[in-house]
């Protein structure tokens, strides 16, 4: 890829800025060389404190940049690509990160033989913590999937994977952070059932679900290990663990990333 990189994004919503935030980390993208669009100009402030080219033209965006990042909301892909498909060239990859829209669908929409990635991000890339998933489509070279990892690791976990994962990616990671709510949520009414004030116990709740996320992560280990290391026997941990299984929580969370992996694909074919 040529030095520097020129980089566009089309929607200018949260998820092109997280991604923005992260790509700007890297010494390989300047941020005068992003250029972001979108019909109105009430995200565009955001991109300008970077020092990020704003315009109100996809077109211009396209002819700008050499690798595209299509942030738009799942309906509107088709009419966007409409919109700039005469402009994309071979030397193009475009990066699509509209949920449920398949690789089969992009690449119709767009020339033949277009470099297209489907790229899967989860909230926390506004962190800089995010989970994505990245799947080439058939125009798509090993190097490149490899170029846009290294492009997008500081926005978190980056992995290439085939498209079949997308949709179980989407239940583990898209939805499973709204999972990690509902168990902090949880974890917090029981502090506060046992008397904790309500804020307290929820700064406590997101500080352990931190810290045990940095812990797995960080050590690499097992999540059964750790669990086998905070479990005294006889101790507090053992009985709680037990109210859980008793509750049904392993088999309520694998039901529930299945079920979520199943509406995209739903989703998917719509
Ligand atoms: N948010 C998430 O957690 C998440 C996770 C995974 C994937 N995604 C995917 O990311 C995509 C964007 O989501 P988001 O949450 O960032 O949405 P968003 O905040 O609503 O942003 C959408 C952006 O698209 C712009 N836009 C609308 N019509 C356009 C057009 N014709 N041409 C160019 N730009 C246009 C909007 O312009 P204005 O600024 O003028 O309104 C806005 O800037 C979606 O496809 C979603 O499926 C999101």
């Not at 499973?176 to 116990?201: Q, R």
Request: glycine share 10%; with cysteine; charged share 15%.
């Amino acid at each position: 890829m040529d030095s520097p990189v020129k980089v566009g994004f089309i929607g200018a919503g949260h998820m092109a800025l997280a991604i923005a935030q992260g790509i700007l980390k890297t010494d390989e993208v300047i941020p005068s060389n992003v250029m972001v669009s979108a019909p109105s100009k009430n995200n565009f402030h955001r991109f300008q404190d970077m020092g990020v080219v704003v315009t109100h033209s996809n077109e211009e965006v396209v002819q700008h940049s050499r690798l595209v990042f299509l942030a738009v909301k799942p309906h509107l892909v088709s009419t966007v690509l409409n919109g700039i498909s005469k402009h994309v060239t071979p030397q193009h990859i475009l990066v699509s990160i509209a949920a449920g829209v398949t690789l089969e669908t992009l690449e119709q929409l767009l020339p033949s033989r277009s470099c297209v990635i489907r790229m899967m991000p989860n909230l926390p890339c506004m962190l800089q913590e995010g989970a994505v998933l990245l799947a080439c489509g058939a125009a798509a070279s090993q190097e490149v999937g490899s170029m846009l990892k290294n492009l997008l690791s500081p926005c978190g976990l980056v992995e290439v994977g085939p498209e079949a994962w997308i949709d179980a990616h989407t239940g583990l990671s898209g939805s499973g952070v709204a999972f990690a709510f509902v168990f902090a949520e949880a974890l917090a009414d029981g502090a506060v059932k046992m008397g904790m004030p309500s804020s307290l116990a929820h700064r406590i709740a997101a500080q352990t679900i931190l810290g045990a996320g940095l812990l797995l992560r960080d050590t690499g280990k097992h999540p059964a290990q750790l669990r086998a290391e905070v479990c005294t026997p006889g101790g507090t941990t053992a009985y709680g663990l037990h109210a859980l299984e008793k509750g049904g929580i392993r088999a309520a969370t694998v039901d529930a990333v299945e079920a979520a992996t199943e509406r995209a694909r739903e989703l998917g074919r719509r």
